[in-house]
């Protein structure tokens, strides 16, 4: 059977969920989720790894993720093996803590991005953690608080995620929370966990219209999104694939590149991957996919996954370049 091509490239939106082995804990206390919490901040400040929402619950855990230079494998691994070792030696126990290996989802984010924050940020509610939205606003174990501006976290983009929900700081926030309190009343939403075709399109009577009408959609267990972006993740991973057997010293060089240009212009590689439109990320964005086409001559697509961007928009800035040389 022809393996499956990998979803890991860097800058990919991915909703992780972590399980306790034979669904057991994987906290005991406050202390376990202090360090667990603490674990994630600081291997994503470590691998550039940009954390837009999670949720730490008794046997499992949801983390809304873009991937860093390192990739997520590097990511899960850090942060799963680290806190595996510390859990066993703190409880005097040995062999696995969590369960075979960690989900991962790739998500199209114009299509899904919020609700997954909205789902995830409600996971304490849902499982009667916490009494109500109020409570939740100050439940230290989710990223809810830290958007609320309740429990502070630099490592979490609460800034990223308050821009899709207005431009200033206040409204945004009261529009995230009304969104959130919405979300409520539409339960656990199984769709929103997994990827394939059926649950991309909201479920089996949406799929059998879509065929009633001779649409054909793609799926793909593995991404949650329209036919449309599962064709294009596909597409990408396999010429990824490809591109990681044949030119090992040109992606190297691209990460190298990428850092310098990070240091040279004082910035974080988050916030180049993390959609910031500070003018100097904006710039430091433009210069790299001009110098990695010109000088490296990756692909449009390459690029954008690298820094996190729409292929469109890297062609914008090549085509403007170009014109104006």
């Not at 470590?46 to 949720?55: D, E, L, P």
């Not at 630099?154 to 899709?164: C, E, G, T």
């Not at 959609?217 to 990681?244: C, M, N, P, T, W």
Request: a positive charge; hydrophobic letters at 40%.
């Amino acid at each position: 059977m022809p393996r499956h091509a990998r979803l890991d490239a860097p800058g990919t939106l991915h909703h992780v969920i972590v399980r306790g082995i034979e669904k057991r804990k994987i906290v005991d206390d406050d202390q376990d989720r202090g360090e667990f919490i603490e674990r994630l901040g600081e291997i994503s400040q470590i691998t550039q790894t940009v954390i837009y929402a999670w949720s730490l619950m008794t046997n499992h855990a949801h983390i809304l993720l873009r991937s860093g230079t390192a990739g997520l494998p590097s990511f899960m691994r850090k942060l799963l093996t680290g806190y595996a070792g510390y859990y066993n030696r703190r409880h005097n126990r040995h062999g696995h803590l969590f369960q075979n290996r960690y989900k991962s989802i790739v998500v199209e984010e114009d299509a899904y991005f919020k609700e997954l924050v909205r789902y995830i940020h409600l996971n304490p509610l849902r499982a009667k953690m916490v009494e109500s939205i109020a409570s939740l606003d100050q439940y230290p174990w989710s990223g809810h608080s830290s958007i609320m501006g309740h429990s502070a976290h630099d490592w979490h983009d609460a800034v990223f995620v308050l821009n899709w929900f207005g431009k200033r700081m206040r409204d945004a926030r009261l529009a995230y929370r009304d969104f959130v309190e919405k979300g409520i009343a539409m339960g656990r939403q199984p769709a929103l966990v997994g990827g394939g075709l059926v649950r991309s399109a909201g479920g089996w009577a949406e799929v059998k219209a879509l065929r009633r009408i001779g649409t054909k959609e793609k799926g793909d267990e593995r991404i949650l999104g329209g036919g449309d972006f599962v064709s294009h993740v596909l597409s990408e991973a396999d010429l990824s694939k490809k591109y990681r057997l044949a030119n090992l010293d040109r992606e190297k060089a691209a990460l190298e590149l990428i850092e310098q240009c990070c240091q040279e212009n004082g910035i974080s590689f988050q916030a180049l991957s993390g959609g910031s439109r500070v003018r100097q990320v904006s710039k430091a964005r433009h210069e790299l996919s001009w110098r990695l086409t010109e000088e490296l001559g990756l692909s449009f697509a390459e690029i954008a996954r690298l820094l996190g961007v729409s292929t469109s928009a890297v062609a914008k800035v090549i085509i403007e370049k170009r014109i104006n040389k």
